[in-house]
């Protein structure tokens, strides 16, 4: 409270007339008070039960707001007080919510590292045990790799005839009711996708258990996305360039599969890596479609297959150590593509972004 | 003058071709109605089946939607017809029984509650970041992390789900304990003892949706004018009322949609959520109480040793999420039209 003391009549009688801004505390003040507040909570904590260390860091947030504002409030008057306020509470929610999101890629990658060696990559889960060391994820990256292939062989060309439809011929009631059902697609819960699958495919038509099944619920999630982002892409090429085409006397076909298509290109294919990346982490619908296995089944049209997603939560609701190491490692390695693919994408993006 | 028929047979062509059409009509020179005719048909075979390919596409995702639909109610009603008890209002989950009794209320509960408390937790946290990253960060900083905000909404669910069982459980026993301790007398946070429960089920899928929303609301934000926030600042506002006056009303139809999103995803969400909670069926207003199901995460766990009934109950629930879920996004788009009708221009 000394600064409110010394500067407060300095300002009432001072020479300095032309301060229009009022008093402001000096900067070292909220420092001073974030120490204040993480000591006093530290305090509560060796004085009383505390029982997480979550509350030392909520505490200590709390007491700085409360304290930042009553310091400010007195000294800067109302409209200031709040400024901080608001200042201090998106600091805070800041600071608080990358703590957790910090917290998970820091525990995949110290706890998964340990077992990523090269036996991890080049085995699979074929007479290994919960209890035992050893065992990999071979398997479950032959499933990833070709149920999300197969996904995207069918949604990708069909995501995108629909969005040319939009985009170039619909007009009226059909295009906006699909473009509404392309919107419930966007929200389809992806175990639902899963469970439909499982009606259709699996026991509908009897075709069993098998990667192809993992694939078609998930090129369902995929369909979306890929309109979507093609739509929005599409509607960027500029109409001069369709224009020009037909001034050509070149059909309106062929206008739109050599000028218009490839001119969104770049965007379209960025669209398309966001939605594998997407699709590559789903487990539900895999879980009930593919149904998971230990051994190595490289035929995704028969048979039970596995995949990273499938592999990690089988591992993780073992209580057994090894079992769970193997989940964290295997969580890096999928952690590790879909940053990639994704990195790739906003690269792509970024070098063709179409103006 | 043969071609005029033909042209207007094609009733759907982009915008910028009717207006690029029109004029060659009006004088009629020489070498157009050779031209015009020589490769008119020609065009007009090619682009009708193009666009008949289109078109067939566009229905096929109708078609897909119906076939999920009639399919998944084909298998429920299969099972809804054996059950003994109120489908809506049973809590019990005994599909495999014979006589099969189960409901979807517990789940329902579940999925609902701990979709609102994760909503209520992440949306504000959620519009913190957004605006830290679009109005208070540092230029160079604040594209980096929208980098690392779009990098951490597509880390997949099932490790969240992992982290969540095996890292934030424990540590949310002592913020539970408090909680229980301080809030006691609200019945909400009463328990006789805390554990995996529904509140920390919740916190993982806040954390979960967290990136998701803070990364479409920033691209909302990113989208005020920049001349509404120097306007602002001009006339003397501080940075919050900045923010007040032409940040948050400008972005509000999208934080909602954002959230909306978020509050979908969250409801649907399965594996964090059948890892991290024991799988009870009741309802049970204690949020501390280690306790709780929701839909999705009863179908992951129960469908491995669901009969032909249980496989239909489950279904069936799954059925209702499906329902719940559509209306939640309906209500989002119409919020988001609405906002496209009041400010006129697309931004």
New interface residues.
Partial sequence: MSTATVSGPAVDSGPDRLRLRGQSLPRWVPLAVAAGAVVVSLLIYLLTP??????IV?MAALGFLIAMTVVSTVVEGG??A??R???T??????L??VI??I???V??ISKGAGRLDAGFFTHSMNGIGARDVGGGIYHAIIGTVEQVLLASLLAVP?GL??A???V????GR??R??S?????????????AG??V???WV??LDQGFSGFGGALALA?LM?PTV?RSAEEMLKLVP??L??AG??L?V????T??RVVVPTALPGIVTGVM?AV??V?????PV??TVFGTNLINSNPFSGEQSSL?LY??SQ??QPQKFA?DR??AA?LV??II??VL??IA?VFAGRNRLK | MTTEPDSSADAAEPRGAATATAPPQDPPPAGGPTVAAASKPRVGTADLIFKNLTRTAGFGLLALIAVIAIFLVLRATHALNANTGNFLTTEEWFPNASPPKFGVAATLYGTVVSAAVAMIIAVPVAVGIALFITVYAPRQLSSVLGYIVDLLAAVPSVVYGLWGLIVLAPHMKGIQLWLNDYFGWIPLFSADSVGRSLFVASVVLAIMILPIVAALSREVFLQVPIAHREAALALGATRWEMIRTAVLPYGKPGVISASMLGLGRAMGETIAVALVLPASFNISAHLLSPAGNTIAANVANGWGEANDIGRGALIASGLVLFIVTMIVNIIARAIVARRREFSGSSA
């Avoid at chain 1, 509470?89 to 800041?94: D, I, M, N, S």
């Avoid at chain 1, 590559?280 to 539900?284: C, F, R, V």
């Fill in positions: 505390v029982d997480s260390e979550i509350q909520l409209r200031r709040r400024d306020f608001a200042t509470l998106v600091y805070t929610a800041f608080l919510a957790p999101l917290a998970v890629l525990s995949v069909f005839l629909v040319i439809y939009l170039e011929y619909g007009r059909i295009s009711v699909i509404f059902f392309v919107d419930v697609l966007t929200g389809l819960p992806s175990i639902i469970l439909f499982l009606a259709f026991l509908a369902v369909i309109v109409n001069e369709r224009e037909y001034a006397g059909p309106q076909w062929r739109i599969l966001l990346s997407r590559a982490g789903e487990t539900a879980l009930l997603p990690i939560y993780a609701g769970v989940a964290w969580a999928l952690i879909i940053m994704n990195l906003r």
